[in-house]
């Protein structure tokens, strides 16, 4: 089992950045890959970054250019940098653990681009 526990939501005004930061704990020692999802209003649930073991990463089209992940999967850390952003990226971001092939998911926390 692994528990994740999300932080640095809030409110910005376009243009501006935030950092979120997710922390995983229990069995961490299974983590594959870790990444971020968010879900607008409305909305399903999208993929917005990933970062596997092997330090690979790949970002949702949306977000290239803006958004970064970093982290360290085997501590069970992942980061998400988001910069330049936008009201569409208004949205409640998940972060997300694969532990032995099963996703594990925080609560979330909510992001609001808003002037």
């Known amino acids: 089992q692994v528990q994740l526990v999300e932080s640095g939501g809030g409110l910005v005004q376009p243009g501006g950045s935030l950092r979120l930061s997710c922390a995983a704990t229990?069995?961490?020692?299974?983590?594959?890959?870790m990444g971020w999802y968010r879900q607008a209003p409305g909305k399903a649930r999208e993929l917005v970054a990933i970062?596997?073991?092997?330090?690979?990463?790949d970002y949702a089209d949306s977000v290239k250019g803006r958004f970064t992940i970093s982290g360290d999967n085997a501590r069970g850390t992942v980061y998400l940098q988001m910069n330049s952003l936008k009201p569409e990226d208004t949205a409640v971001y998940y972060c997300?653990?694969?532990?032995?092939?099963?996703?594990?998911w925080g609560e979330g926390t909510l992001v609001t681009v808003s002037s």
């Open positions: 997300d653990a694969v532990h032995w092939g099963m996703n594990y």
């Open positions: 229990g069995m961490i020692s299974g983590i594959s890959a």
């Open positions: 970062i596997t073991n092997g330090g690979n990463t």
